[in-house]
């Protein structure tokens, strides 16, 4: 099929791959009428492809979407927004070809309505030093999609309501993910991207027309469009901050620890408490924490095998669990047991739980076609409980991709305070479809996705789980009972 000249432009251009003599003949040819609807008529008719694709693949959206999207304008024509976004950019350029840059406070839409329409903008007002009060947004925050529950609470209101996609955030605006399934990606203005995921509760703030992200707690990636030099975007945590010109990185976050791994460009991490700051660059990390040393160190590529053995304790920031040792562990240097996890002061006592730390950035293992989880274990009163893994993409901003179960008869099929080793593959371990009773028989958990989080959960309020040691290893671990052989 023959392409006419001014679409294989447009397409080319709108691809990434015009010649630098495309791209000027495609900004001298936008001064055309015709050629401007014609470039609206192409952004939209894949903007309608991208709305049907979207339902089913909201999961992946980061993946497809946010490492390219400053580098590739094909990745946008895969985006929720790619009709609206090439518009968007179209107008900017025509307004800018007329006019010169953009008006403080006014959006790129904004401009390529007025051009449209033959209509001089407002003359741009003087730039402010101060703060933008809470509930004004100078430079727009979008939320590009959701999935899971996502809440944000307004900054003049004590309550809190759902997100949906397009929801607008405001100065003093805070949002949050609630559990590890959730997940919500953020659209700036000026192309940046900040995806939230798992608990995590985050603030959005302009001062002197420098954006700033607070993180309260949680797991953020984040790909930040070129800023000024004297106006760097910065994200905040509660014992650190980092100031970033336009990178790729990923973020935790709690009250007592931050930890920055940077895919490309690099960021300069400062640690509040004495103001000492690390330059950490693309294959890095850093940790800022009160005794940490501030030094930046070669990211290191998740591991497919792994191992917790209790001996030395509770492993550092994991979320359940209490470490016991002592002559009665018979057998045992150390072991960790499954506790209730109350909300709130007096609530009822539920399900126990043993909970790792959420290593969303580095991962705490990567899962391989044999790869094998190991447990040693013993019960007080043998029940029922079962066990779940938590896994993203390995990918440069990865997304969610699940949290999947394992649930037997032959995990309680043990004697009494009698140590036991039970060796599960990784891929007999399935996803819940959400409504059914029998809701284990889905699919696995994919190879070279990464695991962040793995627990147990009892069904009786307190059975005496106490694990001595868990580790994965490439097929099952000599001297342990193999489960789930068969569906």
């Given amino acids: 099929m023959n392409i006419p000249p001014d679409d294989e432009l447009i397409q080319k251009y709108l691809e990434g791959e015009a010649t630098p003599a495309e791209e000027r003949q495609f900004r001298r040819l936008l001064a055309d009428e015709s050629f401007r609807r014609r470039v609206a008529e192409y952004a939209l008719d894949h903007g309608q492809l991208c709305e049907h694709a979207r339902q089913g693949m909201l999961e992946r959206?980061?993946?497809?979407?946010?490492?390219?999207?400053?580098?590739?304008?094909?990745?946008?024509?895969?985006?929720?927004?790619?009709?609206?976004?090439?518009?968007?950019?179209?107008?900017?350029?025509?307004?800018?070809?007329?006019?010169?840059?953009?008006?403080?406070?006014?959006?790129?839409?904004?401009?390529?309505?007025?051009?449209?329409?033959?209509?001089?903008?407002?003359?741009?007002k003087p730039a402010s030093a101060s703060p933008a009060p809470p509930g004004r947004h100078p430079a727009a925050v979008r939320v590009g999609y959701r999935l899971g529950q996502v809440t944000v609470r307004k900054h003049n209101s004590t309550q809190e309501s759902a997100v949906d996609v397009g929801t607008e955030l405001c100065v003093g605006d805070v949002l949050r993910?609630?559990?590890?399934?959730?997940?919500?990606?953020?659209?700036?203005?000026?192309?940046?991207?900040?995806?939230?995921?798992?608990?995590?509760?985050?603030?959005y703030s302009l001062e002197s027309e420098q954006k700033r992200v607070s993180v309260a707690r949680g797991d953020i990636t984040a790909q930040v469009a070129s800023q000024r030099e004297s106006k760097p975007m910065m994200f905040v945590t509660?014992?650190?901050?980092?100031?970033?010109?336009?990178?790729?990185?990923?973020?935790?976050?709690?009250?007592?620890?931050?930890?920055?791994?940077?895919?490309?460009?690099?960021?300069?991490?400062?640690?509040?408490?004495?103001r000492r700051t690390v330059d950490v660059v693309a294959g890095q990390y850093a940790v800022a924490a009160a005794e940490s040393d501030m030094v930046a160190q070669p990211i290191q590529a998740t591991p497919s095998v792994w191992a917790e053995d209790f001996v030395a304790g509770l492993p550092p920031r994991w979320r359940a669990g209490m470490w016991i040792r002592g002559e009665l562990l018979g057998g045992s240097n150390g072991a960790v047991r499954a506790t209730v996890r109350r909300e709130k002061e007096g609530e009822r006592a539920g399900p126990c739980y043993l909970m790792?730390?959420?290593?969303?950035?580095?991962?705490?293992?990567?899962?391989?076609?044999?790869?094998?989880?190991?447990?040693?274990y013993r019960m007080t009163t043998p029940g029922w409980f079962y066990i779940a893994v938590s896994t993203r993409s390995d990918d440069t901003l990865p997304a969610f991709t699940g949290t999947f179960i394992f649930k037997t008869p032959e995990l309680r099929q043990i004697r009494r305070n009698e140590w036991q080793s039970k060796s599960i593959p990784l891929k007999r371990f399935r996803r819940p479809?959400?409504?059914?009773?029998?809701?284990?028989?889905?699919?696995?958990?994919?190879?070279?996705?990464i695991v962040f989080t793995l627990f147990f959960r009892t069904q009786d309020e307190d059975p005496g789980l106490l694990i001595d040691r868990m580790w994965v290893t490439h097929g099952p671990s000599e001297n342990a009972e193999i489960l789930g052989q068969s569906d």
């Fill in 356 to 376: 790792t730390a959420k290593e969303w950035s580095r991962g705490l293992f990567r899962i391989d076609e044999d790869s094998h989880l190991n447990v040693r």
């Fill in 177 to 203: 993910t609630l559990d590890s399934e959730s997940s919500a990606l953020l659209e700036f203005e000026d192309g940046t991207i900040v995806t939230v995921a798992g608990d995590t509760e985050v603030t």
């Fill in 61 to 124: 959206l980061t993946v497809q979407r946010a490492p390219r999207l400053l580098l590739r304008r094909r990745q946008s024509l895969v985006a929720i927004v790619v009709g609206a976004s090439i518009l968007i950019a179209v107008g900017s350029v025509w307004y800018s070809l007329r006019h010169g840059p953009l008006p403080d406070g006014m959006t790129r839409g904004d401009a390529e309505r007025l051009a449209d329409l033959g209509t001089e903008p407002p003359p741009p």
């Fill in 238 to 274: 509660p014992v650190a901050e980092a100031e970033v010109l336009g990178t790729r990185f990923l973020l935790f976050a709690d009250a007592s620890l931050t930890e920055l791994t940077v895919q490309d460009g690099h960021v300069l991490l400062r640690r509040l408490a004495d």
């Fill in 433 to 449: 479809e959400q409504g059914r009773p029998d809701d284990a028989r889905q699919q696995p958990p994919q190879v070279n996705d």
